[in-house]
């Protein structure tokens, strides 16, 4: 690991209250020309990010807790992503790897067989979206089985297109009112320790097993899929044994285990891939989000006798693979490894982790302190109940926000703080930041009690 090198200012600095008045303008013409389904967590318009901060219109720089939903996890502005996408956008921006390929999507299938668990034989496949690559990995998976159930889990979230929505669990915002949704989707109960206490992950997965098996039948099930780690359902890791249950399941049954690992994989949770951390080996794994630095990249990359199952022309699209964002996807893999960013994640974690657990201890408004790596959130409760308080994680998110940090939350009921800083974040920033969330938590509980 050595020091890193930042293009920006790495610190936190408000000119003007947020927004400021040059985003207000920018919300403004938004709003008479951009969807308004399209939400925005933070009201603010950037101007540039590098490292640990977000500048803004009004020059503002603010602390980046989020990473773009733990996309930007080399930094926003890598300098070597930005000149391998420069050099590559020099030579060919798209040419459609479906009717001239290029060496650049065979070296990102190359190195996602090799960073992926297991060394069985495997071939990876290229989208653009996350979404797109859980419904290809099902297409996959159904077709290679010759069955049609799928099972998925409650808080899952694997995307918004018509399949991926079925797969979600969340109504409110991603489903309500966007059915019908696509047939042949089963919902079965999550390990949550939490929510869920005495319960063993052994026990967990066989209450799921027991229920796929009574309402599905197990040979009518395709495949069976979940994040490693829930992303937005509020970063919850299952009990120990719940993952490699099913998977052991899965395997004496001909079903397809996926791991949604979009969210939780490149290096993310300390690991390359968060199914490490329990030694399961999935039959597939869908990733996104971490990949490319930003640009828009996803893949599957799984069993080769699953993904060769599939005819020529049953797999593909106009942009997949598309050779700037593999260039991309080259160079933060490389940047990954050479500074070996799952160490950076795990030590994010002890940091994070020796704040915020003695916090818990103190105020009884933190149900509870969970995640691996820089993956970690807080779940927000009506002091001294489990009962959820979403309206508590919003007046923290917000009043972090006021403060220069920009800290998202998630859950199924909204009262999840999650953090997902840039893997290059630097110690003192991060350590701020942390402060002003302390602080926040504090003011909350202090109003709550
Ligand atoms: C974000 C996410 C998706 C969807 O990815 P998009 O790129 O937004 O389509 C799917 N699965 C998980 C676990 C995610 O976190």
Same mark, same amino acid.
């Given at each position: 690991?050595?020091?890193?090198?930042?293009?920006?200012?790495?610190?936190?600095?408000?000119?003007?209250?947020?927004?400021?008045?040059?985003?207000?303008?920018?919300?403004?013409?938004?709003?008479?020309?951009?969807?308004?389904?399209?939400?925005?967590?933070?009201?603010?318009?950037?101007?540039?990010?590098?490292?640990?901060?977000?500048?803004?219109?009004?020059?503002?720089?603010?602390?980046?807790?989020?990473?773009?939903?733990?996309?930007?996890?080399?930094?926003?502005?890598?300098?070597?992503?930005?000149?391998?996408?420069?050099?590559?956008?020099?030579?060919?921006?798209?040419?459609?790897?479906?009717?001239?390929?290029? @060496?650049?999507?065979?070296?990102?299938?190359?190195?996602?067989?090799?960073?992926?668990?297991?060394?069985?034989?495997?071939?990876?496949?290229?989208?653009?979206?996350?979404?797109?690559?859980?419904?290809?990995?099902?297409?996959?998976?159904?077709?290679?089985?010759?069955?049609?159930?799928?099972?998925?889990?409650?808080?899952?979230?694997?995307?918004?297109?018509?399949?991926?929505?079925?797969?979600?669990?969340?109504?409110?915002?991603?489903?309500?009112?966007?059915?019908?949704?696509?047939?042949?989707?089963?919902?079965?109960?999550?390990?949550?320790?939490?929510?869920?206490?005495?319960?063993?992950?052994?026990?967990?997965?066989?209450?799921?097993?027991?229920?796929?098996?009574?309402?599905?039948?197990?040979?009518?099930?395709?495949?069976?899929?979940?994040?490693?780690?829930?992303?937005?359902?509020?970063?919850?890791?299952?009990?120990?044994?719940?993952?490699? +249950?099913?998977?052991?399941?899965?395997?004496?049954?001909?079903?397809?285990?996926?791991?949604?690992?979009?969210?939780?994989?490149?290096?993310?949770?300390?690991?390359?891939?968060?199914?490490?951390?329990?030694?399961?080996?999935?039959?597939?794994?869908?990733?996104?989000?971490?990949?490319?630095?930003?640009?828009?990249?996803?893949?599957?990359?799984?069993?080769?006798?699953?993904?060769? %199952?599939?005819?020529?022309?049953?797999?593909?699209?106009?942009?997949?693979?598309?050779?700037?964002?593999?260039?991309?996807?080259?160079?933060?893999?490389?940047?990954?490894? @050479?500074?070996?960013?799952?160490?950076?994640?795990?030590?994010?974690?002890?940091?994070?982790?020796?704040?915020?657990?003695?916090?818990?201890?103190?105020?009884?408004?933190?149900?509870?302190?969970?995640?691996?790596?820089?993956?970690?959130?807080?779940?927000?409760?009506?002091?001294?109940?489990?009962?959820?308080?979403?309206?508590?994680?919003?007046?923290? %998110?917000?009043?972090?926000?006021?403060?220069?940090?920009?800290?998202?939350?998630?859950?199924?009921?909204?009262?999840?703080?999650?953090?997902?800083?840039?893997?290059?974040?630097?110690?003192?920033?991060?350590?701020?930041?942390?402060?002003?969330?302390?602080?926040?938590?504090?003011?909350?509980?202090?109003?709550? +009690?």
């Amino acid at each position: 690991m050595t020091d890193l090198v930042y293009r920006l200012a790495q610190e936190r600095h408000l000119a003007t209250a947020l927004p400021g008045p040059n985003s207000e303008k920018l919300t403004a013409r938004r709003r008479a020309a951009v969807a308004a389904g399209v939400g925005s967590a933070v009201p603010v318009y950037v101007a540039d990010a590098d490292g640990g901060v977000i500048v803004d219109v009004d020059g503002n720089s603010l602390i980046d807790l989020g990473s773009g939903i733990a996309v930007t996890s080399v930094g926003a502005s890598n300098a070597a992503v930005a000149a391998a996408v420069g050099e590559q956008a020099e030579h060919f921006i798209h040419t459609c790897f479906m009717i001239t390929p290029y @060496e650049g999507y065979v070296r990102v299938a190359e190195e996602l067989a090799a960073l992926t668990p297991g060394d069985h034989e495997k071939r990876s496949a290229l989208f653009n979206s996350g979404s797109e690559a859980v419904e290809n990995a099902v297409k996959v998976a159904r077709l290679a089985t010759g069955r049609n159930a799928v099972v998925a889990f409650d808080h899952a979230y694997h995307g918004r297109t018509n399949l991926t929505m079925a797969l979600t669990a969340k109504s409110m915002p991603y489903k309500t009112n966007m059915g019908p949704f696509a047939p042949e989707i089963y919902r079965m109960p999550m390990s949550y320790p939490y929510r869920d206490a005495g319960v063993t992950g052994e026990q967990a997965a066989q209450r799921a097993i027991t229920r796929i098996e009574a309402q599905i039948g197990a040979a009518s099930t395709a495949a069976l899929i979940i994040e490693p780690i829930q992303g937005e359902g509020g970063f919850i890791v299952p009990a120990p044994g719940f993952l490699p +249950t099913l998977v052991e399941w899965a395997k004496a049954n001909g079903v397809v285990f996926i791991a949604d690992e979009v969210q939780s994989g490149f290096a993310r949770t300390g690991a390359w891939f968060a199914s490490e951390h329990e030694g399961i080996v999935p039959d597939i794994v869908t990733m996104a989000k971490g990949i490319a630095g930003g640009m828009p990249l996803a893949a599957i990359t799984g069993r080769a006798e699953l993904l060769d %199952a599939v005819h020529p022309g049953g797999l593909g699209g106009t942009y997949g693979g598309n050779p700037v964002a593999c260039a991309a996807a080259l160079a933060a893999i490389d940047f990954m490894r @050479e500074q070996d960013l799952p160490a950076r994640a795990r030590r994010i974690e002890t940091a994070i982790r020796a704040r915020l657990e003695p916090l818990a201890k103190e105020v009884n408004t933190i149900g509870d302190v969970r995640g691996r790596g820089a993956m970690i959130a807080l779940e927000l409760v009506k002091a001294g109940t489990d009962e959820p308080d979403a309206a508590a994680a919003k007046a923290i %998110a917000a009043q972090a926000l006021s403060e220069g940090v920009v800290i998202l939350t998630c859950g199924t009921y909204g009262n999840i703080i999650r953090l997902l800083p840039p893997l290059v974040i630097g110690d003192d920033l991060l350590s701020e930041g942390l402060g002003v969330l302390e602080a926040a938590v504090r003011t909350g509980a202090g109003s709550a +009690t």
